[in-house]
């Protein structure tokens, strides 16, 4: 309801980390008061990306479910119902993911090797000071998407389960939350690049540090791979349906096509070889049909996603 769709609230949240890490840095002496610095400012950007990030899930969620909705042989109030629950977080239960998500961002400062908080004071107590109100916001905003994900992707998988109308014929239902499940994979291995290339110094020996960034590419592999991989098997075994169809037609046409020809009896031959051709271009129809619920170019391209920066 915010003027512009409440995008710009995560730049001003930004800016706001900005200006209090600042005003810790001159409170604890740790840059002359009045001058600027550029360190420590990367990590600031978690919590408005997490923020922002889930934000984005909603509008791409909302979307995704209406290309679905063909296939998944809903009623009118059971895909109200439906589409409720999946945009919708329970009133009240963020609060124990964020609390859990604050309490490792404080550790994670306390842990961090000496060498890394040395241009903050140097001691936990003025690396929290400067540090703390970013870590309890972008740990905590990072652990609320975490759940907000989980709770995305389980509403992702029983949709899947529950359709009752999918038609390979028609892919764009098949491959609808493909595109909502690369985004969600993408936004958590980019954030786990960007806390590894751009504050290395901190992640050294930081036992905490490391394993958020570890959990946060292994959960992107995980919400792009996971929710899909049920259908897989419906998808298959569909295909499997449609293939001994049309090769059980293809050898009743080829029976009686040379039927006819052993017997001398050419009297609709040719309808015969028609269908039997017919049959046969349904067959190589049949055998292009998708069984992965996303498009080849997107498996790629999330692929090249993880696999780039490790090369770079």
């Known amino acids: 309801r915010l003027p512009g769709g409440g995008w710009w609230v ?16 001159w409170i604890t002496g740790s840059v002359p008061v009045g001058s600027t610095s550029l360190a420590g400012v990367p990590p600031l950007a978690f919590g ?51 609390l859990v998500g604050a309490i490792f961002g404080i550790g994670s400062i306390l842990s961090a090797p000496p060498s890394a908080v040395a241009a903050y004071g140097g001691t936990g107590l003025t690396s929290v000071l400067v540090f703390g109100f970013a870590a309890l916001f972008g740990y905590g905003m990072s652990a609320v998407s975490v759940y907000f994900s989980v709770r995305i992707l389980q509403r992702v998988d029983r949709l899947h389960r529950e359709a009752t109308a999918i038609d390979l014929f028609d892919t764009a239902p098949i491959y609808a939350f493909s595109g909502l499940t690369v985004r969600l994979g993408l936004a958590y291995v980019l954030a786990g690049y960007y806390a590894l290339f751009l504050n290395s110094a901190f992640h ?68 015969v070889a028609d269908a039997l051709s017919g049959i046969r271009a349904t067959s190589d129809r049949i055998a292009k049909l998708p069984t992965w619920p996303w498009p080849p170019q997107v498996l790629r391209g999330f692929i090249s996603a993880i696999l780039l920066p490790v090369a770079v």
């Not at 949240?13 to 840095?25: D, K, S």
Request: hydrophobic share 55%.
């Open 204 to 271: 050294v020996g930081n036992i905490l540090s490391l394993a958020s960034i570890v959990i946060t590419v292994t959960l992107g592999v995980a919400c792009f791979v996971l929710p899909l991989w049920g259908i897989h098997g419906r998808l298959a075994a569909a295909k499997a349906v449609l293939v001994r169809g049309a090769s059980l037609r293809d050898q009743a046409l080829e029976a009686e096509l040379f039927r006819r020809v052993d017997a001398g009896n050419l009297a609709g031959v040719k309808e």
């Open 10 to 25: 995560y730049p001003l949240l930004f800016l706001t980390l900005v200006v209090y890490h600042h005003a810790a840095l």
């Open 48 to 98: 408005p990306y997490a923020l922002g990030a889930s934000h984005l899930f909603i509008r791409i969620g909302g979307r995704s479910m209406a290309a679905f909705r063909p296939a998944s042989g809903l009623s009118d109030a059971d895909y109200a119902i439906r589409r409720y629950e999946f945009l919708t977080l329970p009133a009240g239960r963020t609060w124990a993911p964020f």
